[in-house]
Structure formats: structure tokens, C-alpha cells
């Protein structure tokens, strides 16, 4: 027992030497923050999940912003706790655990990360704009394009491609996951490879999705540095196939990942380390 205030002295000072160091080594579990983020654009507040690089702290404004950041959108159904949480398995979480920088996963909720033009009080983009513009503030990451990418699944990989052409040189790296990057659309795809378009979030109008489908703006992600993994057997696979013709056809490149699998989250499972792979040798490349 006589040892125990010299100890506890000792781990004070080491604290203290941290934080003035401002890079306080955090366990895996101290890197998982849960936050509370008002949105004016949709009238309440809405959670955002921040997972900090190994060796770097959360919040710390006297950081160089400096840190590259991901901002990584969920799929429908889910939420941004998903790839941390049953039924995810260990491998997501340390996959996100693994980055060497930040991830930001916003909940998304159904919206689609659209402002919906059948809602007009369902301001989703609005609300990603303000996640972007709150992780500026609260989180020591850089604002250079250089250093920010845009990511998710299935109705997140949607969402990140459709954000990324809204705001234009916001992003160097783009990425998406058995996204539904030809949609919203009719339904006269092959048997099996269409989607019912939610009209209550869309409108039941085809000219108003054609305004919000991607593949007819990829003109607007030239520059960027677009990675999508795909499943062979996914519903979304057309589409896909579709966007990445029109991608071709502007004579855009994009890395593009095949999975076995359908439209179903052990390919997430499976896909989130290429995504953190191809962010990561984005910034690193871009930095140079």
C-alpha cells in the first residue's frame, strides 16, 4: 500500500506529459466516440459515430488538422453503429479500428442522403452537409479535398456517390458498396435486377429520378478517385454494370472489385477493408 500514491502520482504526470503532447496513445475502445449532432436542416438531433487513427486523439483543437477523414454512410435498415455492433463481426470493427484516419459514420435514418423532393422537410443532404461542416469544427482533420473521401453500402454507396457529385471537388476519394448507382429508374432491368423505387422519399415522377440518379452525373466526379466492390450475384449488379459504361464512356476511371455474393451485408463484411484500403493509398497518393 505504501507504493500505491508514488504510482499514482506517476501515471498523473504521464497523463498530463500526454496531453501536452496532444497525441495521447488511447486504447482501442477510448478511439470510439458516440456523438450528438443538431441538425437545423431536419429540426432535432441526430447520433454520429467518430472512430479516431491509432496515437490521435478526438476532438483536440490545438492538433494540426492535418488527418485525413472518411465519411462512411450506412446501407437501409441499418444505422451508424452497424459495422461495431452484432450482427456485424469482429473483423468490421477492427477493419475501422485499423485506418490511419478518421471515420465518420452519420445515422442516415431512410432519407437516402437526399434532400427528398416528395418530403421537403426531409433535408438529408442538407443534414450530410452539416455532419461534413461539424466534423470540421469538432474534429482535428484536414479540409483539403486532398486528405477527405466519401464512402458506404448498398443505400449509403447511393448516397455517397450522389453527395460527392452535389459538391464537386469536396472529395478526392469516392467509394461505394453494392451501391444502387443506376436509381432510381423504371423497372424494366433484367428479371431480378431491379428495385422498387420508394415514391413517399422519390416521387413517383420519372423525370424527377432521372435528376437523382448517378449515373447521370459521373461527369461531375472527374478527378476523383472512385472505388466500387460489387457482388456477382447482387440485385444491383445491372445498375452497376450500368454506371461503370457511362463512367467509361467520359473516360473516367474507377478501381472496380468483384465479390461472390449477393446484395447482402457478409459482402460489406468483406468489402470494408478494400474501402479503408483504397482511401487510405488515396490520401497517402494525394499527399505526395
Do not use: C
Not at 164 to 184: E, K, M, N, R
Not at 232 to 249: D, H, K, P, S, V
Amino acid at each position: 500500500m505504501a507504493g500505491r500514491p508514488s504510482r499514482l502520482l506517476g501515471r498523473t504526470i504521464l497523463a498530463r506529459f500526454a496531453a501536452l503532447l496532444f497525441v495521447p496513445l488511447l486504447p482501442a475502445s477510448d478511439r470510439i466516440s458516440f456523438h450528438q449532432v443538431p441538425s437545423a436542416a431536419l429540426g432535432r438531433t441526430l447520433p454520429v459515430t467518430v472512430i479516431a487513427p491509432e496515437g490521435t486523439s478526438t476532438p483536440t483543437a490545438a492538433l494540426a488538422r492535418e488527418t485525413p477523414v472518411l465519411f462512411l454512410l450506412h446501407g437501409r435498415g441499418r444505422h451508424h453503429r452497424s459495422l461495431l455492433e452484432p450482427p456485424a463481426v469482429p473483423a468490421t470493427r477492427a477493419a475501422l479500428l485499423r485506418a490511419p484516419f478518421f471515420i465518420v459514420l452519420p445515422q442516415g435514418e431512410d432519407g437516402w442522403y437526399i434532400d427528398s423532393p416528395a418530403q421537403p422537410e426531409a433535408r438529408y443532404n442538407a443534414w450530410l452537409e452539416e455532419v461534413v461542416a461539424w466534423a470540421g469544427r469538432s474534429l482535428p482533420v484536414s479540409g483539403a479535398a486532398a486528405k477527405r473521401g466519401i464512402a458506404g453500402w448498398s443505400m449509403g454507396g447511393y448516397g455517397a456517390v450522389r453527395f460527392a457529385q452535389t459538391h464537386p471537388g469536396t472529395f478526392d476519394f469516392v467509394g461505394s458498396v453494392i451501391g444502387l448507382l443506376d436509381f432510381p429508374r423504371a423497372e424494366n432491368l433484367p428479371e431480378g435486377q431491379n428495385y422498387r423505387v420508394p415514391t413517399a422519399r422519390f416521387t413517383g415522377d420519372p423525370a424527377v429520378w432521372a435528376a437523382q440518379n448517378p449515373l447521370h452525373a459521373v461527369e461531375t466526379l472527374r478527378g476523383a478517385r472512385i472505388t466500387l466492390v460489387l457482388a456477382t450475384r447482387g440485385f444491383e449488379r445491372t445498375m452497376n454494370e450500368n454506371f461503370i459504361a457511362a463512367l467509361a464512356a467520359k473516360q473516367i476511371a474507377a478501381e472496380v472489385h468483384w465479390l461472390e455474393g449477393g446484395h447482402e451485408f457478409p459482402v460489406v463484411e468483406r468489402a470494408l477493408p478494400m474501402i479503408i484500403d483504397a482511401a487510405a493509398r488515396s490520401f497517402q497518393n494525394r499527399s505526395q
